[in-house]
Nanobody, 124 residues
Framework: QVQMVESGGGLVQAGGSLRLSCAAS????????MGWFRQAPGKEREFVAA????????YYADSKEGRFTISRDNAKNTVYLQMNSLKPEDTAVYYC?????????????????WGQGTQVTVSS
């Protein structure tokens, strides 16, 4: 399995931006599709975005496309989530996910590996 550590979370005002990072180790990073999920208190973990092993293909939850951008740097073993125009409802713990399958990495119950999460809080 691949181990992951997220960073970049914090407190931001509504309308602001954050860039989350997920540093991976343990296996060949470029063999894995990567994803971002989030979980707000009392809610289920929800899919945000995913990126293929090459970085060529991406997909997003409908409500996130346009404000959020996923990217990766295989030379740095890191995947990023750029979040713009943040809203209070974006407040959640954001998790990085890895799986060898681009299809599975967007499905919480099928994901192979998870990071520990980073808190994002958006104030109104």
């Amino acid at each position: 399995q691949v181990q992951m550590v997220e960073s970049g979370g914090g407190l931001v005002q509504a309308g602001g931006s954050l860039r989350l990072s997920c540093a991976a180790s343990g296996r060949t990073f470029s063999n894995y599709a990567m994803g971002w999920f989030r979980q707000a208190p009392g809610k289920e973990r929800e899919f945000v975005a995913a990126i293929s092993w090459s970085g060529i293909s991406t997909y997003y939850a409908d409500s996130k496309e346009g404000r959020f951008t996923i990217s990766r740097d295989n030379a740095k073993n890191t995947v990023y989530l750029q979040m713009n125009s943040l809203k209070p409802e974006d407040t959640a713990v954001y998790y990085c996910a890895a799986d060898r399958s681009y299809e599975r990495v967007g499905v919480p119950r099928l994901v192979g590996s998870w990071g520990q999460g980073t808190q994002v809080t958006v104030s109104s």
